[in-house]
């Protein structure tokens, strides 16, 4: 786990907001995280695009799932997730919702039970028939914790929780709610050489999605 | 349909078609006016040209879903028939609810009427009524269960009503497509409650479904449809439409007479699905003879 992002998710009043750190591994990604721009060749001809560091994807038009762990875990796990919704999604004609999403994951998780993913994963949207947000993360095995207030995962976990519960307050509007949680991504950072490279931040409202790039030291 | 015209036909044209096939093609009407057939099947099921034997008999083959020439499969319509022959069922829409009701067939005064499995649940809130075989509509049921379980148990909400219906659908469709089995001689109405809405859904043995608002099915069905294009409302309310549904299904009623251990009412609201017991449905009948009476 040791390519680990963190990732960070809060409610608010009407809205949520996810904050991943971008998770670096090799030499390349680094260089392209400090020249911050979109696709770019390095030095050594490889070409990373600044998105492929994101850890957090969008599933739908108000639903956000997050992952923090091994990246080829990642990203088997999120094409086989994306494989089970859609089926779901042409099944039913209609978006699915958080909670049949999480259930997916969970089950998809659990199937793995002795030979797990090595990944930790938040699962934040809106419901569209309650338009309630609503966040949950979920261990290696799928087992789910649906919060009221923020969920975090990765190395960094306990420092976030930590930090996070200074911060936070029930019923934070959205801008408010985008303060607390680059301040918590902030102070909570674990420090060592994959660290520091910035965070991706996303705020979710009902009609329309915000993202901002915290630049991190860089160093 | 145009079912009826093959069998029209007469001998000495139908053996000469034959002749000159020599075997190959399906033609189940052919058959059964001209050919006798060794093995014991009646001849008038859709059996088909199968192997020449030695002595120029034909021997049917083991598909007893197979198209015939004018584009139809016999076993289809025979299976809606049967459905259509038994016992009524009646669905009805409403604002804030749907109910559906059908007739037990008892055999005499000593069956214990509310033993007689003609209502099924199928999940929280979505029910089920049948017409025609009963132990057809057994089976359909633990495969609807069993749909309906796993989904809740792989996504921990409850099966929205297409969805369910979707895949029964497929389910029945296997017994139209497969050889030594015949498919299920029942006709199915679906209530459930999704979404803050009423669904009702027609099925019938071919997995092939229809949402409706109101509709009777079975024994005297046309009667029955007539009574409800008429008196049905999209505003109606659910108590109503029990109300309608009853006496819809009293019309199609041996001797239009029916009391309430000869039926099973049940509805599906925002609490879920729920069957009335007999005592419940008294009083609703009492009041009916009362306004019949008058």
């Known amino acids: 786990m040791d390519k680990a992002g963190n990732v960070l998710a809060m409610l608010g009043k009407d809205c949520l907001g996810i904050v991943s750190e971008y998770c670096i591994g090799s030499q390349d990604q680094a260089e392209e995280a400090a020249s911050t721009s979109a696709a770019a060749s390095t030095s050594t001809g490889a070409e990373t695009d600044c998105s492929e560091l994101n850890n957090v994807f969008k599933f739908g038009e108000r639903l956000l799932v997050g992952f923090s762990g091994l990246n080829t875990d990642i990203l088997e796990v999120r094409s086989q997730l994306r494989f089970r919704k859609n089926m779901h999604e042409l099944k039913e004609n209609c978006d699915i919702n958080p909670v049949a999403l999480t259930n997916l994951l969970s089950n998809l998780l659990y199937e793995h039970r002795f030979g797990p993913f090595l990944i930790e994963s938040i699962v934040a949207g809106f419901d569209q028939d309650t338009m309630e947000p609503y966040i949950c993360s979920m261990d290696l095995l799928g087992q789910a914790n649906v919060a009221k207030d923020f969920v975090a995962l990765g190395k960094g976990s306990d420092q976030l929780y930590g930090v996070s519960q200074a911060l936070w307050r029930p019923n934070l509007e959205a801008d408010q709610l985008f303060e607390v949680i680059c301040q918590s991504a902030v102070c909570a950072l674990h420090r060592d050489s994959l660290r520091g490279w910035g965070s991706k931040v996303m705020i979710l409202e009902f009609d329309q999605l915000t993202e901002h790039t915290m630049k991190g030291r860089v160093d | ?294």
């Open chain 2, 1 to 294: 349909m145009s079912n009826d015209s093959g069998d029209k036909m007469d001998t000495g044209e139908a053996s000469s078609v034959q002749e000159g096939d020599g075997g190959g093609e399906e033609s189940s009407e052919n058959d059964d006016e001209s050919m006798e057939c060794d093995c014991d099947c009646d001849k008038v099921a859709g059996h088909s040209k199968g192997l020449e034997t030695r002595r120029g008999r034909k021997r049917c083959s083991e598909v007893l879903t197979s198209f015939n020439e004018s584009g139809n499969i016999h076993q289809l319509e025979y299976a809606n028939t049967c459905a259509s022959k038994a016992e009524p069922s009646v669905g009805i829409v409403a604002k804030n609810g749907v109910v559906i009701v059908t007739e037990k067939k008892l055999g005499s005064r000593l069956i214990e009427s509310n033993t007689v499995f003609t209502m099924a649940k199928i999940s929280e809130s979505i029910g089920m009524v049948y017409c025609g075989i009963e132990a057809d509509f057994r089976q359909v049921t633990t495969k609807a269960t069993k749909i309906a379980t796993s989904y809740l148990v792989s996504r921990d909400q409850a099966i929205p009503v297409n969805v369910l219906l979707k895949d029964l659908g497929d389910n029945l469709q296997v017994f139209t497509q497969s050889t030594r089995v015949r498919p299920f001689g029942l006709a199915l109405l679906i209530a459930g409650w999704h979404r803050n809405r009423a669904h009702l859904y027609k099925m019938n043995c071919v997995g092939s479904f229809q949402p409706v608002r109101a509709v009777a099915i079975g024994r005297n069905a046309e009667v029955c449809n007539t009574y409800l294009e008429r008196h049905y409302t999209d505003a109606i309310e659910l108590d109503a439409a029990i109300i309608l549904a009853i006496q819809t299904l009293k019309l199609a009623a041996v001797n239009n007479l029916i009391c309430s251990h000869q039926m099973a009412v049940g509805f599906s609201d925002q609490n879920g699905f729920k069957r009335m017991t007999d005592d419940e449905v008294e009083p609703i009948l009492e009041h009916l003879r009362f306004e019949c009476l008058s």
